[in-house]
């Protein structure tokens, strides 16, 4: 891969571009098309292009695996966390008119927040996969 | 002009599909499988379902392709030679094309403001969304509001896959140390 200029410089700018499409993403998917689940899928790609041109060591030391799981884990809590709180408000689980005074407001606010654990999930399971396979293959 | 899209982007298809079937190189047939989630982005996209599109992109022909490709890198990329007699297998294949295209007789018109499914809880979700959700997606607030039981099952589904393959392919250096373990 020492040699492949084009490729590694190529990859090089594309990458943060990956990223900050996979965020566009993320919080327009209110708005335009997309959601938690596309963006964590981009997000998760930008990393495997970087770990397919930089090699599975640089790719470690920038996204450890190890600190994967427990990621993962943090956005299906979200998630579920979010349908808890508006228990605790009195409402239905994942009924989000009552996470804000206006219901409108308590929607948008649901929507964002889940959207954001999917996301967080979705990329970090992606990255996980992708490593354990690459561990393998070494 | 849409007809001439959808019959250009349906050959594609088809084409693609029969050199899978043909073809022996794993790696090539890899790639044809990203190269077919493409194509299939592209119908949805002429359907209109951008969303799906979206997600048959980065999934179908991103993501997939590459973990399909760690997958040859494990099992080696050449098709062993097919031993017993073609003769079932199509037979299988054209009973259930038959069955699939009789069933699809019985289908409402693709488009048809009269199917069952446009009858069903669509009208309210359009009708009320807005007002209710007030997110102009109305996509995002079926996934995420109307069915966030759904999605969040989803996401467990997906949480669960990782942790499927971790325990299958993940930490194999412990499983050395075991001595229970018979290894892989």
């Known amino acids: 891969m020492q040699r492949d200029f084009v490729l590694r410089i190529i990859a090089k700018l594309l990458i943060p571009y990956i990223l900050l499409f996979a965020l566009y993403v993320q919080f327009h998917g209110d708005f335009g098309p997309g959601g938690g689940f596309q963006a964590g899928v981009i997000f998760a790609a930008g990393i ?9 060591e640089q790719a470690v030391r920038l996204v ?3 600190i994967l799981p427990p990621i993962a884990a943090f956005g299906v809590l979200l998630y579920g966390g ?12 994942l009924d989000y008119n009552l996470l804000a005074h206006d219901p409108v407001h308590g929607q948008h606010y649901g929507i964002l927040l889940i959207e954001l654990g999917v996301g967080i999930t979705v990329a ?10 690459m561990e393998r293959n070494r | ?55 048959e992109a980065a999934v179908g022909a991103g993501i997939s392709t590459v973990l399909m490709l760690g997958t ?3 099992v080696g990329h050449r098709q062993a030679p097919q031993q017993h007699s ?47 959700v007030g997110v102009p997606n109305m996509v995002t607030s079926v996934l995420a509001s109307y069915r966030g039981f759904d999605t969040l099952g989803e996401t467990a589904v997906v949480f669960t ?5 971790l325990v299958l392919l993940g930490r194999r250096r412990r499983q050395h140390r075991d001595p229970g373990s018979s290894g892989d």
Not at chain 2, 97 to 104: K, N
Not at chain 2, 112 to 126: F, K, S, T
Not at chain 2, 161 to 165: N, R
């Open chain 1, 48 to 56: 495997i292009l970087y770990a397919l041109v930089n090699g599975f």
């Open chain 2, 161 to 165: 896959a990782g942790v499927a393959v």
């Open chain 2, 86 to 132: 073609r003769a079932l297998p199509l037979t299988v294949v054209v009973i259930t094309g038959v069955v699939l295209l009789w069933g699809t007789a019985d289908m409402p018109r693709f488009g048809d403001p009269e199917a069952p499914v446009h009858q069903h809880v669509a009208p309210r979700y359009i009708q009320d969304s807005p007002a209710e």
């Open chain 2, 72 to 74: 040859l890198a494990l």
């Open chain 1, 64 to 66: 450890s695996p190890r």
């Open chain 1, 82 to 93: 979010v349908g808890v709180v508006s228990m605790l408000r009195g409402g239905a689980f």
């Open chain 1, 124 to 133: 970090s399971i992606m990255l996980t996969i992708f490593y354990a396979f």
């Open chain 2, 1 to 55: 002009m849409t007809h001439l899209i959808d019959i250009v982007l349906l050959t594609f298809l088809v084409a693609t599909a029969i050199a899978i079937v043909r073809l022996n190189s794993l790696f090539a047939v890899v790639m044809l499988f990203g190269i077919y989630s493409l194509i299939t982005a592209g119908v949805f996209i002429a359907l209109d379902a951008v969303d799906v599109a979206f997600t």
